[in-house]
């Protein structure tokens, strides 16, 4: 693993402990286990390293979307079903809700965070859906006059109340259950909505 990769991984570990305001230069170089000097070599200031730090994971994450979607195949309600609970997989684990966590603590002084978190968040998110569900209706599964529209329902639907009650703490890890089940409602009413 590189220099800069270790800088990385221990500027995110620092910031989601510590904060960007709260957390040091002096911190994630040790935590990264390389000298303050080393740090600077790769990263102008913390600022940048933040900004770094959150489109690494911004680009895994939505890796990790890019590989919830693939050909429509089978049973439509099947699909959603399996589709919805890899998505809310992802939305739900501990490193997407550090990144928002984050992004919203960070948006008013940083809006540049905000903006980047959601393109390549919540933006490549939705378009990932919306391909998918372009694809359903090409090939006569479900009516979906606008695909962009549909897959921010969708996503809206499978998330209920799931995403902000972790976000916010109240909720620390959901169980499986928790999401089949938000899944469930939100499929039945999509695929009702959207029937040919």
Not at 26 to 53: C, E, P
Not at 87 to 108: C, F, G, T
Not at 118 to 140: K, M, S
Not at 167 to 175: E, I, K, M, W, Y
Request: glycine residues 8%; neutral net charge.
């Amino acid at each position: 693993m590189s220099k800069r990769q270790h800088i990385l991984d221990g500027a995110r570990s620092v910031f989601a402990e510590q904060g960007y305001e709260r957390a040091t230069v002096d911190l994630i170089a040790a935590k990264a286990g390389v000298s303050k000097a080393t740090v600077y070599n790769h990263f102008d200031d913390k600022q940048a390293l933040f900004v770094a730090a959150v489109v690494e994971m911004c680009d895994g994450l939505r890796g990790d979307v890019e590989g919830c979607v693939g050909v429509p195949a089978g049973n439509v309600e099947e699909a959603l079903q399996a589709l919805g609970e890899r998505l809310m997989s992802v939305s739900l684990s501990p490193a997407s809700v550090n990144l928002y966590r984050q992004a919203i603590a960070e948006a008013q002084r940083l809006p540049e965070i905000g903006r980047m978190v959601f393109e390549r968040g919540t933006l490549a998110t939705q378009e990932a859906v919306a391909d998918q569900l372009r694809r359903w209706d090409e090939a006569g599964a479900l009516r979906i006059d606008d695909p962009r529209s549909a897959a921010i329902a969708f996503l809206a639907l499978c998330q209920g109340d799931l995403i902000i009650r972790m976000r916010l703490g109240v909720l620390q890890s959901p169980a499986e259950a928790h999401i089949r089940e938000a899944v469930r409602r939100a499929v039945s009413i999509f695929v009702r909505a959207h029937r040919p």
